[in-house]
């Protein structure tokens, strides 16, 4: 069965910094899809980025870019100068063939003024 | 406006009743999938259904029904309810035909469900 794991359950950063939030997912597929999605106090799920495992290329998205490692089974998120409104709750995902997400257990993070 | 609208928003009611979810998805997306969140957790998936059909389940207890309807919405249907099963209900949405992975799931605002 498909497992995802998020190792840290709360981090901090200084606005302005950048902070990566870290991955790493068990499978037997070898085409599946990646996704991180941000839940802030608002509680809403809001998709930060995706990434198809057959695509080398690390996905980017503004601010906000991946560090895919397939063979070490990793995701690792990487935000970079880091503002105020980031502060939320971080899911890691993982999706195959059966369409359902497999949530991490998330991790918090917080910036600081 | 994520497109998924979910009701009620909050819900408060006793042990030992009933109470139905709604979700109706994105226009055009025929896949929803139920998920449950309770405090500080991850997301646990409940259910899929797919054009009316189920298509797949995860630890849905067996007081907890779903379907989708003809015109796409669908609702989850909590019965005998225990304290433990409050939690954030949430409801998502994909659009075939590759599935989830092509597009990712837009996700409704959730329910917040309190059984006291």
């Known amino acids: 069965a498909q497992t995802v794991t998020q190792s840290q359950p709360e981090m901090s950063v200084q606005e302005a910094e950048t902070v990566t939030l870290s991955c790493t997912y068990d499978?037997?597929?070898?085409?599946?899809?990646l996704f991180w999605y941000k839940q802030p106090p608002s509680r809403q799920m809001i998709l930060v980025i995706r990434?198809?495992?057959?695509?080398?290329q690390n996905a980017t998205e503004n601010r906000f870019s991946v560090n895919f490692q397939k063979a070490a089974k990793s995701f690792s998120l990487k935000i970079s100068d880091s503002q105020l409104g980031d502060t939320a709750m971080y899911f890691c995902a993982f999706g195959e063939g059966t369409y359902k997400y497999i949530f991490g257990t998330g991790t918090r993070l917080k910036v600081l003024a | 406006d994520s497109g998924v609208t979910q009701t009620p928003k909050h819900l408060i009611t006793a042990t030992g009743q009933r109470v139905t979810l709604r979700c109706s998805p994105r226009?055009?997306?025929?896949?929803v999938y139920w998920y449950q969140q309770s405090l500080d957790q991850g997301l646990q998936f409940l259910i899929q259904?797919?054009?009316?059909?189920?298509?797949a389940k995860g630890n849905i207890l067996e007081r907890f029904s779903a379907q989708q309807f003809p015109d796409l919405h669908s609702e989850l249907n909590l019965s005998s309810l225990e304290l433990g099963d409050s939690a954030l209900y949430f409801c998502?949405?994909?659009?075939?035909?590759?599935?989830?992975?092509?597009?990712?799931?837009?996700f409704g605002s959730g329910t917040r469900l309190t059984v006291v």
């Open positions: 990434q198809e495992a057959y695509k080398q």
């Open positions: 998502a949405s994909s659009h075939p035909p590759g599935g989830a992975g092509d597009y990712g799931y837009t």
């Open positions: 259904y797919y054009n009316g059909e189920e298509r």
């Open positions: 499978t037997s597929e070898s085409n599946y899809y």
């Open positions: 226009s055009g997306d025929l896949s």
